[in-house]
């Protein structure tokens, strides 16, 4: 078991053009969470996924940001038209879904810089 | 909806101290109750976690209490190492709303020798 994978772990882009962040979740968990951290903030939630299905999308998540997670194993966070205001780290999570008390494990995440 | 207070930082102190840091939450549910570190450009590792009311949840010298009454989840350690400092976050997941965690602020701590 080698943990949440993220990658790119660093991400410099110019404004308006789109990135893409890969999530490869530990192997039997079927939940999957996107959030974002701004320096000096706490995670905010984006998005999660049970299996293949996208359960709920936080108002955060603009029309410009798109989530997959098409087999139900890893997932793509896409942010089309960068903007400055997208800088920050991006968070992925997973889980294995319990009636309650699930523990949530965290990748490195995914450093946006959008210059 | 759900919400996570905790105290504001930085803190400072100085090796084998005593740590306290408060935490506080509202819920509409009955959730349960984590704290998170962060260590300087890295992603969020769990510290400890309580699952119900009274239940104490403890790793590395760290301890922390789910009290129902006062909502309160606050982290203590007895004796702090320079190797503690990072960012603590106190979080709360709720069944109600699909389990995903919604966190506090974070409260960076920094250890001096």
């Known amino acids: 078991d080698t943990g949440v994978s993220q990658n790119p772990r660093h991400k410099i882009t110019k404004r308006g053009q789109n990135v893409t962040f890969r999530c490869d979740p530990i192997s039997e968990h079927n939940r999957l969470y996107w959030y974002r951290q701004t320096l000096g903030q706490g995670p905010e939630f984006l998005t999660y996924?049970?299996?293949?299905?996208?359960?709920?999308k936080s108002r955060l998540l603009s029309d410009r940001f798109s989530a997959e997670r098409p087999k139900g194993s890893f997932s793509t966070l896409e942010i089309q038209r960068t903007e400055q205001g997208d800088s920050a780290m991006y968070l992925c999570?997973?889980?294995?879904?319990?009636?309650?008390?699930?523990?949530?494990?965290f990748g490195e995440g995914s450093w946006l810089t959008v210059v | 909806g759900d919400s996570v207070t905790q105290m504001e930082g930085p803190v400072t102190l100085s090796e084998e101290a005593f740590l306290t840091i408060n935490c506080t939450y509202t819920?509409?549910?009955?959730?349960?109750l984590f704290w998170y570190v962060q260590y300087p450009g890295e992603g969020l590792q769990l510290l400890l976690k309580a699952t119900k009311a009274d239940d104490k949840g403890s790793n590395k010298g760290f301890e922390a209490t789910y009290r129902k009454e006062t909502t309160s989840f606050h982290l203590e350690k007895g004796s702090v190492q320079v190797s503690d400092s990072a960012v603590y976050f106190c979080?709360?997941?709720?069944?109600?709303?699909?389990?995903?965690?919604?966190f506090g602020g974070g409260t960076r701590v920094l250890v001096k020798p």
């Open positions: 979080a709360l997941s709720d069944q109600a709303a699909g389990n995903k965690l919604t």
């Open positions: 999570a997973s889980s294995l879904s319990r009636i309650s008390g699930n523990t949530i494990y």
């Open positions: 819920a509409t549910g009955y959730p349960s």
């Open positions: 996924f049970q299996n293949e299905a996208q359960l709920e």
